[in-house]
């Protein structure tokens, strides 16, 4: 199974709407270079498929890359795809780990203040990053274990 990254998203703070920025650096045990919630944790990069992105918002709702505080907008693979440890390939040579499935939100974040929703909790993909390296969009998402 595989898709394609559509965007690379990173916020200099936390609970604010992420930016595209086409391609970046996702090094080892920390994340993506310059993102905010990167760091020693579990949650070190998010993911959202975008296709389950359009379903869950009304038509009168925008999408754009980051709008939902993701670092990678991903099409091709559902969120069924996905378990906990499932391991992804991301381009040549970034490998994560799912960590997480969902998250637990705090009421009316900031996400939600400026978008009017929070999928996060419950569409949300968070991994762990095994192996660094650059991604971009148009890179290939295979799930590898």
Same mark, same amino acid.
């Not at 090094?27 to 975008?50: C, M, N, P, T």
């Not at 505080?69 to 992804?88: D, F, M, Q």
């Given at each position: ?16 709407? @992420?930016?595209? /920025? #086409?391609?970046?650096? =996702?090094?080892?045990?920390?994340? $993506?270079?310059?993102?905010? *919630?990167?760091?020693d ?37 559902p ?7 499932? @391991?992804?390939? /991301? #381009?040549?040579?970034? =490998?994560?780990?799912?960590?997480q $499935?969902?998250?637990?939100? *705090?009421?009316?974040?900031?996400v ?7 999928i ?18 148009g890179d ?6």
């Amino acid at each position: 199974m595989s898709g394609r990254v559509e965007a690379v998203c990173v916020s200099r703070k936390k609970g604010t709407v @992420k930016k595209p /920025v #086409g391609r970046a650096e =996702v090094r080892i045990g920390h994340g $993506i270079v310059g993102d905010a *919630h990167a760091g020693d944790w579990h949650r070190q990069v998010s993911l959202l498929e975008v296709g389950e992105i359009e379903q869950a918002l009304a038509e009168d709702i925008e999408r754009s890359a980051g709008r939902f505080a993701e670092n990678l907008s991903v099409r091709g693979l559902p969120r069924e795809a996905y378990t906990l440890g499932t @391991k992804l390939r /991301v #381009g040549a040579s970034v =490998v994560l780990e799912i960590s997480q $499935i969902g998250k637990e939100c *705090h009421t009316r974040c900031a996400v939600y203040k400026q978008t009017g929703d929070c999928i996060m909790p419950r569409l949300g993909l968070f991994a762990r990053v095994l192996e660094g390296g650059p991604v971009a969009v148009g890179d290939a998402v295979e799930v590898v274990a």
